[in-house]
C-alpha cells in the first residue's frame, strides 16, 4: 500500500539462520501492525501482530518490533526452516471511524536454501 | 466452521463482460473487505463495509461495485471487465474491534 515501504522485496537465507524484514509508514495515528504469511497459492494468514503500547512481542521462533518514534517495525525469524518459505506481508492500520482499514506492504519472497 | 469462503475459485473473461464474485463469511465479523493482489504490489483495498448496511471505497475502486447484501455476505462486481482487473482478488473480514482479518482462499481471475 501507498502507506507501508517494506524492504526488502526478496531474502534468501540458509537453513537455521535469522531473516529480518523491515517495514516503514507514516501515519502517526496508526496503532495496529499485523504480518501475514502467505505461502504458494494460499490464503493470507496472521502470524504475529502488535499494537502500539508494545515495544517487542515473541511467538516461539518469530518476533516483532516496532519503534513507534522512528515510524518502522520489523519481523524477525530466527532458526530458519523450509516451511517458512512464503511470502511475508507487514501492514499497519488507520483507524477509520469505527472499523481499522489495513494498508500493506508490497510483501517480502523469503526462501530458506536447505 | 467453513471461515470466509468464496466462489469462484477461477474465472475467465472477455473484455466487457460483466461477474459478480461472491464471498461469505461464518464467523459473526461486523467488517468485510474486498482486495486485489498483483505481483509486487501487495494487497490492495477495494472496497470495505464496516457493518451491515454500509460500503465505502477503498484505496482501487474504479471498475468495481460491491454490495453487502446481509452479515454473512459481500459481493463484489465488474461491470465491465478491463485486461487491467486481471488479478487475484481475495475477501476478508474481521472484528471491528478485532482488527485481525481472515482471509478466503481466493479468485484467480483473467480478462482477455
Known amino acids: 500500500g501507498e502507506n507501508v515501504e517494506q524492504h526488502p522485496s526478496t531474502l534468501s537465507v540458509q537453513e537455521g539462520d535469522s531473516a529480518v524484514i523491515k517495514c516503514t509508514y507514516s501515519?502517526?495515528?496508526?496503532?495496529?501492525f499485523p504480518w501475514y504469511k502467505q505461502e504458494l497459492g494460499k490464503r493470507p494468514q496472521l502470524i504475529i501482530d502488535i499494537r502500539s503500547n508494545v515495544g517487542e512481542k515473541k511467538d516461539q521462533r518469530i518476533a516483532v518490533t516496532l519503534n513507534k518514534t522512528a515510524k518502522h517495525f520489523s519481523l524477525h525469524i530466527t532458526e530458519t526452516q523450509p516451511e517458512d518459505s512464503a511470502v511475508y506481508f507487514c501492514a499497519e492500520a488507520g483507524l477509520l471511524l469505527n472499523d481499522y482499514k489495513l494498508s500493506f506492504g508490497a510483501g517480502t519472497t523469503v526462501t530458506v536454501r536447505a | 466452521n467453513a471461515g470466509v469462503t468464496q466462489t469462484p475459485k477461477f474465472q475467465v473473461l472477455k473484455t466487457g463482460q460483466s461477474m459478480t464474485l461472491q464471498c461469505a463469511q461464518d464467523m459473526n465479523h461486523n467488517s468485510m473487505y474486498w482486495y486485489r493482489q498483483d505481483p509486487g504490489m501487495g494487497l490492495r483495498l477495494i472496497y470495505y463495509s464496516a457493518s451491515e448496511g454500509t460500503t465505502d471505497k477503498g484505496e482501487v475502486p474504479n471498475g468495481y461495485n460491491v454490495s453487502r447484501l446481509n452479515k454473512r455476505e459481500f459481493s463484489l462486481r465488474l461491470e465491465s471487465a478491463a485486461p487491467s482487473q486481471t488479478s487475484v482478488y481475495f475477501c476478508?473480514?474481521?472484528?471491528?474491534?478485532?482488527?485481525?482479518?481472515?482471509f478466503g482462499p481466493g479468485t484467480r481471475l483473467t480478462v482477455l
Open positions: 501515519d502517526s495515528a496508526s496503532n495496529y
Open positions: 476478508a473480514s474481521g472484528l471491528s474491534e478485532g482488527n485481525e482479518q481472515f
